[in-house]
């Protein structure tokens, strides 16, 4: 319908520049640094940035809260591990399992692709129906969709061995592989967001009405959008599974939905930096917190285990960033752009 | 399937039925006047449990546990709204849904740090498990109170929305809160008496869900939250009635396929659900019921 603008692209091509820029000093600082647990905590971050940065795709651009992404990330993860863990792993775990993915065994670039289409054909299928829905009402659906997901996730033991979870994923991950994976998805991520069906589905999430009476198809811009996420949390799931080497169904539910969804609204949700700056922040309040969740003593007081307590604290941070920055962090704005 | 079997499952889909409606409503209620999604609404809930479970281990009666649970449950939804949605009140709609968000997640954690992260008895009186037997017919007490009170709390509120001018300030607002406004309607009264009767309702459908269980978790919430959100959906977003109709569609749904399901697909009873109300929001986007307000701009 319309052609791409040459001053977004420029705009989100230096974005993209300052921010990869950024992730590699701090990649390459932690790398220099050669502490195994800093290397540890480094990767996760990245890895959790292109979980919050995919998200940020849809919500972001759409202005509609999804609930639903999360499932899209578990189906990149089984993809992922169906894929990758070697036959004789899977003869055990799954005896059951199709001759055709019994045999499969596929390195890290196939088995991320493949996260990404099979989450694509579920965003496919779920969006068709929600695509057509009101703001608030797809909001509740993509609800639905995680507990549906969940429930497919821990009963469908042929395939996803139901609760137990899957083991003998093979680690095709390490710190640049994550950090490859973030910049590469940053750069998509920002491709969307200046690309012509972007700005459509921003200008919907701003006017809604006034958007379709410039032509905007609001139902084709939204399903787009909502294809796109759900591809990329398919890919950033199954980079996540290769890393994690072992998972099962409750590592895709209501706490994961929380914790990606709060460091989006900390960042700030119209902006793909602000997913980034958010994913630092949480990341960097839990690793401060998760050793005195153990329970800790102080002078003469022992506090007992405080179960909860990283949860607790991001949700009262998610508080007051709201009542006094009711747009986040960064509200709108992009590192290294001038809105 | 034999007569006795079908009363059975139809009396069982009522009464799940009617707390799901509550639940909805509860939900709608907060929805059509301020425009809100009350992520917290669940932890009402699990408030109403918490309390009953302090007072029957405290050695109350049920009843007094229960009434006490509504109660609570009712002050702190008025509470909340004062304390966590009072300052974001002109904050866009995400902005909202997230802050209630944080609310249920504090709520959940707060328990979990207070009383225990695992699971506590609430011990039922024996009654609840009986069965009445008529001829062939046997019929859950359990189920038949269920839906006693549901109907009785549903019907109250209609009576309270239709025939006093609280009631008819409720509706003004639900329908235009800013006309509402400009007719003389003091807003902060009228958002508290919606935050009251939410957390009232599901006070109500808390108590029933708990006589259900038996044991309160700090989760529980999430269930409850989950099938309200549905039923709103199924019966149109910001329109009280088709809350309610909302929640008795997806009681009948999931009890139909509990039946006809065969027993390996049992476990995703709750997705087939799911799916047969993303099929109906194919075809009806509006819900059910559609609002009958002009789009609002």
Redo the contacts between chains.
Sequence with gaps: MSNWSRRRLAVSGRTWLVLSLLLLLAGGGVWLWDDANLIRIATNFFLLCTLVVSLQVFVGNS?I?SFGHVAFFGVGAYTAALLTIPPNVKERALPMLPAILMNLETGLVTATLGGALVAFLVALL?G???A??????M???T???L??MH??F??WETVTRGTIGLYGIPRGINLWVALSGIIIIIGLALLFKASPTGLHLQASREQP?AAQTIGINLVRVRLIGWLVSGALMGSAGALWAQNILAFGPDQFY?VET?TV??ML?IGG?GSVSGAVVGAAVVTGVSEMLRDLEGGFTLGPLSIPE????V??A???L??II??YR?EGLLGQREVGGKR | MTPELLVQQLINALSLGSIYALLALGLAMVFSVLGMLNFAFGELVTITGYVMFWLVAAQTSFVTAAVAGVIFATLASVLIEQIAFRPLRRAPFVTLLFSSFAVAVIIQNLIRQLVSPRPKGVPVPGIFDEVWRFGTFQIGVLPMITLGVGLAALGLLAAFLQRTSWGLAIRAAALDFEVARLMGIRANRVISLAFAISGLLAGVAGVLWVARRGTVTPDMGFVPILKAFIAVVIGGLGNLWGAVLGGFVLAFLEVTLDVVLPIEFRPYTEAFALIAVVVILYFRPQGLIAAQTAERV
Excluded: D
């Excluded at chain 1, 057509?132 to 009402?137: C, K, N, S, T, V």
């Excluded at chain 1, 405080?306 to 307590?309: C, H, I, Q, S, V």
């Design positions: 202005g809260v779920t068709l129906a929600l057509r829905m009101q703001e608030q009402a909001a509740m659906a609800l639905a969709l507990v549906m429930a497919i821990s009963n009405l209501f929380f969804l709060s609204v949700l405080l179960p909860g307590l949860q607790l991001v949700a009262v998610i508080m709201l009542i009711p």
